[in-house]
């Protein structure tokens, strides 16, 4: 009897948390989480940036940084360095990313190391709002510079609000870009929380983008589901999605918090939702006990990966785990 | 080119408007029927705090010589975004057009920010009744901010010309603090995008069509633009960042530029002849300006003193 790799679960052996902030000092701005990590492969290290905050203001108010932390490259659960600085300053006054840059994606193409991330703004009917902006490094990633003050894909018809979690990808010489988009605030006990669904869109350069306007991914949960950390890869002749959901109310918690969801499709286009297929799911203790979300799968010399973060949505950091099988990553 | 000033000739304390509004009509804008002119303004209501404003959408038909208010708008003329919208807090300006037998709108919606006071984007609805009400073809704005233009992105006015369609807009370009700890103004100015559906816009992505009169920190607003006499006119307003809202020497003023190609202009203030007389209706601010051949003869509408509390007045034009 075999598996059909069509089928079948994937098979993931959890390697623990590999980074957390809360054990890192000196540096004021990296307080507390480690969300969305987004890895690039350097020569001897696996660089994977993550998000953070500094500690809240008088307000109990957040902003959030990005940065990164080297893994060794043959074993990634060890970390070698960690950046000095957030890659990128907030961004001034009355801009889409003033109070925070979160979550980030970087590419390398064309000798350009190109960053796209959520920058949040703050509103006054709503918390927040975000946008996706672009920016370059010349260091080898180490900082980045914004191409402009705004953001570089617009909102529009369709997508009122809330756009974020980009993942940035390079497929068939286009770019491409998974993001959300907010399809409503809804009022849960007084609060208005977003409701968003998984997005994408094509663009020849990085910067002029063509929106596909529809969701990828149907709802499982509840209409009102939300969809974030779209992560895309191409192995074994097909396109491969991770990404994570949950319930639009009372969601941290262990029944309605994040799991990880997956999907795969021919064409980047039409997808086929196969949560049962996804094969990591919470622990029964330990820090990945209640929820397990933001999942980004890479592969480095044979092995893939999946980072991923755990209860509170990365407050303790992200660890990784290893697949158990072989995939073919080759185009 | 002033051929003859009207004076104020609508105030909206002689009408009952939309629900809950009292005053303010601004940023005059028409739309031609066959025995009146419409003019589109923006109203406001006051929220229950009592402390901020909302502007809604109305109409008033009047003469084509702008002499007779004939009827005025007691309905929800569009209704404003629902929580979280880029034009929650309201709308204003909107720009009208006919096509294809409908009535399209270019909104300016107005959503509130912490950090500075407000953003803005521009919507797109559309009229199947002749314009007396409005929908949206969906929740989010037609153009918001971009790599370059990143915020305050609004006062769309649009010519369907040389083949295509043009759009004029503000665009913001920065927040900036008079003394510290004093609220941020903003500095926006005057950009083009072209289009071929009316739908769809390419942006020049922070290009600032029109020369500063008043150093880099000028604000530039509300572009409105006619063809006559064989060349292209443009109004729109400017004044000074700071300092705006109470020293009428700070206050909005009303420039001219023309252009023969819709991609360069000239500009040239004195050519419009708007002078300011203390004490008018439009003695301490001129604002709003709306480029319209009513019956016609060409008149500019506008908004006088305290950005149009109290009402619009006409000119009428003699161009060249």
Same mark, same amino acid.
């Given at each position: 009897?075999?598996?059909?790799?069509?089928?079948?679960?994937?098979?993931?052996?959890?390697?623990?948390?590999?980074?957390?902030? !809360?054990?890192?000092?000196?540096?004021?701005?990296?307080?507390?989480?480690?969300?969305?990590?987004?890895?690039?492969?350097?020569?001897?290290?696996?660089?994977?940036?993550?998000? +953070?905050?500094?500690?809240?203001?008088?307000?109990?108010?957040?902003?959030?940084?990005?940065?990164?932390?080297?893994? =060794?490259?043959?074993?990634?659960?060890?970390?070698?360095?960690?950046?000095?600085?957030?890659?990128?300053?907030?961004?001034?006054?009355?801009?889409? =990313?003033?109070?925070?840059?979160?979550?980030?994606?970087?590419?390398?193409?064309?000798?350009?190391?190109?960053?796209?991330?959520?920058?949040?703004?703050?509103?006054?009917?709503?918390?927040?709002?975000?946008?996706?902006? +672009?920016?370059?490094?010349?260091?080898?990633?180490?900082?980045? $510079?914004?191409?402009?003050?705004?953001?570089?894909?617009?909102?529009?018809? $369709?997508?009122?609000?809330?756009?974020?979690?980009?993942?940035?990808?390079?497929?068939?010489?286009?770019? $491409?870009?998974?993001?959300?988009?907010?399809?409503?605030?809804?009022?849960?006990?007084?609060?208005?929380?977003?409701?968003?669904?998984?997005?994408?869109?094509?663009?020849?350069?990085?910067?002029?983008?063509?929106?596909?306007?529809?969701?990828?991914?149907?709802?499982?949960?509840?209409?009102?589901?939300?969809?974030?950390?779209?992560?895309?890869?191409?192995?074994?002749?097909?396109?491969?999605?991770?990404?994570?959901?949950?319930?639009?109310?009372?969601?941290?918690?262990?029944?309605?918090?994040?799991?990880?969801?997956?999907?795969?499709?021919?064409?980047?286009?039409?997808?086929? !939702?196969? =949560?049962?297929?996804?094969?990591?799911?919470?622990? =029964?203790?330990?820090?990945?006990?209640?929820?397990?979300?933001?999942?980004?799968?890479?592969?480095?010399?044979?092995?893939?990966?999946?980072?991923?973060?755990?209860?509170?949505?990365? !407050?303790?950091?992200?660890?990784?785990? !290893?697949?158990?099988?072989?995939?073919?990553?080759?185009? | 080119?002033?051929?003859?000033?009207?004076?104020?000739?609508?105030?909206?304390?002689?009408?009952? *408007?939309?629900?809950?509004?009292?005053?303010?009509?601004? /940023?005059?804008?028409?739309?031609?029927?066959?025995?009146?002119?419409? #003019?589109?303004?923006?109203?406001?209501?006051?929220?229950?705090?009592?402390?901020?404003?909302?502007?809604?959408?109305?109409?008033?038909?009047?003469?084509?010589?702008?002499?007779?208010?004939?009827?005025?708008? @007691?309905?929800?003329?569009?209704?404003?975004?629902?929580?979280?919208?880029?034009? &929650?807090?309201?709308?204003?300006?909107?720009?009208?057009?006919?096509?294809?037998?409908?009535?399209?709108?270019?909104?300016?919606?107005?959503?509130?920010?912490?950090?500075?006071?407000?953003?803005?984007?521009?919507?797109? #609805?559309?009229?199947?009744?002749?314009?007396?009400?409005?929908?949206?073809?969906?929740?989010?704005?037609?153009?918001?901010?971009?790599?370059?233009?990143?915020?305050?992105?609004?006062?769309?006015?649009?010519?369907?010309?040389?083949?295509?369609?043009?759009?004029?807009?503000?665009?913001?370009?920065?927040?900036?603090? &008079?003394?510290?700890? /004093?609220?941020?103004?903003?500095?926006?100015?005057?950009?083009?995008?072209?289009? *071929?559906?009316?739908?769809?816009? @390419?942006?020049?992505?922070?290009?600032?069509?029109?020369?500063?009169?008043?150093?880099?920190?000028?604000?530039?607003?509300?572009?409105?633009?006619?063809?006559?006499?064989?060349?292209?006119?443009?109004?729109?307003?400017?004044?000074?960042?700071?300092?705006?809202?109470?020293?009428?020497?700070?206050?909005?003023?009303?420039?001219?530029?023309? /252009?023969?190609?819709?991609?360069?202009?000239?500009?040239?203030? @004195? @050519?419009?002849?708007?002078?300011?007389?203390?004490?008018?209706?439009?003695?301490?601010?001129?604002?709003?300006?709306? *480029?319209?051949? /009513?019956?016609?003869?060409?008149?500019?509408?506008?908004?006088?003193?305290?950005?149009?509390?109290?009402?619009?007045?006409?000119?009428?034009?003699?161009?060249?």
């Amino acid at each position: 009897m075999s598996i059909d790799p069509t089928t079948a679960p994937f098979s993931w052996t959890k390697l623990g948390k590999v980074f957390d902030p !809360r054990q890192i000092s000196g540096r004021p701005w990296l307080r507390e989480f480690a969300q969305a990590p987004a890895a690039l492969l350097l020569d001897d290290v696996i660089r994977v940036y993550f998000s +953070c905050r500094p500690p809240p203001d008088a307000l109990g108010q957040y902003v959030s940084y990005s940065a990164y932390v080297d893994l =060794d490259r043959t074993d990634p659960t060890r970390v070698l360095d960690v950046a000095q600085n957030p890659i990128l300053t907030l961004g001034g006054l009355g801009t889409f =990313d003033e109070f925070g840059t979160y979550p980030v994606s970087i590419i390398r193409h064309d000798n350009r190391i190109r960053a796209y991330y959520g920058g949040w703004t703050r509103c006054v009917s709503v918390p927040f709002n975000v946008a996706i902006g +672009c920016a370059e490094s010349t260091d080898g990633g180490v900082s980045f $510079h914004r191409l402009g003050p705004g953001p570089v894909i617009p909102y529009s018809l $369709h997508e009122p609000f809330v756009m974020s979690g980009p993942k940035i990808r390079r497929f068939n010489d286009l770019y $491409h870009l998974f993001y959300i988009a907010g399809t409503s605030w809804k009022m849960v006990e007084g609060r208005p929380e977003p409701v968003y669904r998984i997005r994408m869109a094509t663009s020849a350069d990085g910067l002029t983008w063509t929106k596909l306007d529809r969701n990828l991914i149907d709802t499982v949960v509840e209409a009102d589901e939300a969809q974030a950390s779209p992560d895309v890869f191409f192995a074994d002749g097909r396109y491969h999605m991770f990404f994570c959901y949950r319930y639009s109310e009372r969601y941290r918690s262990h029944a309605r918090g994040y799991r990880i969801g997956y999907a795969h499709s021919p064409d980047l286009i039409s997808w086929t !939702r196969e =949560d049962a297929r996804a094969g990591l799911d919470v622990s =029964d203790t330990g820090w990945d006990s209640e929820m397990v979300s933001y999942p980004h799968v890479f592969h480095v010399d044979g092995t893939t990966y999946m980072a991923y973060l755990g209860n509170g949505v990365g !407050r303790e950091g992200f660890g990784l785990a !290893r697949l158990a099988t072989a995939l073919n990553w080759g185009t | 080119m002033i051929l003859r000033r009207l004076g104020k000739v609508f105030d909206p304390a002689d009408h009952t *408007l939309p629900p809950g509004c009292k005053e303010f009509a601004q /940023s005059p804008q028409t739309l031609h029927f066959d025995a009146f002119t419409r #003019v589109y303004f923006s109203t406001r209501s006051t929220d229950p705090s009592g402390a901020t404003f909302r502007s809604h959408m109305a109409f008033a038909d009047m003469t084509p010589d702008f002499a007779t208010v004939l009827r005025v708008s @007691a309905h929800t003329v569009l209704p404003l975004g629902d929580l979280g919208t880029f034009d &929650e807090h309201g709308i204003f300006p909107m720009n009208v057009i006919r096509e294809g037998g409908q009535i399209w709108g270019y909104t300016c919606g107005w959503n509130r920010r912490r950090s500075v006071s407000v953003d803005t984007a521009i919507g797109f #609805v559309v009229s199947d009744d002749q314009g007396e009400t409005f929908r949206r073809l969906g929740p989010g704005p037609i153009l918001g901010p971009s790599l370059n233009e990143p915020f305050l992105v609004g006062d769309a006015f649009v010519l369907k010309a040389m083949g295509g369609f043009h759009m004029w807009y503000m665009f913001g370009q920065r927040w900036v603090t &008079e003394t510290a700890g /004093s609220a941020p103004d903003r500095v926006y100015k005057i950009g083009h995008a072209t289009s *071929l559906d009316g739908l769809n816009w @390419a942006k020049q992505d922070g290009v600032q069509i029109l020369p500063d009169r008043l150093g880099p920190d000028e604000c530039q607003a509300l572009p409105s633009v006619i063809q006559w006499s064989g060349r292209y006119h443009m109004v729109f307003c400017y004044r000074a960042v700071h300092g705006f809202r109470t020293d009428p020497a700070k206050g909005y003023r009303i420039g001219y530029a023309h /252009s023969t190609d819709l991609q360069r202009w000239t500009r040239d203030d @004195a @050519a419009l002849g708007l002078t300011v007389q203390a004490g008018d209706w439009d003695g301490e601010m001129q604002c709003y300006p709306h *480029l319209t051949v /009513s019956g016609g003869r060409p008149f500019m509408l506008y908004n006088g003193n305290a950005f149009g509390r109290r009402g619009f007045g006409a000119v009428e034009l003699s161009l060249a």
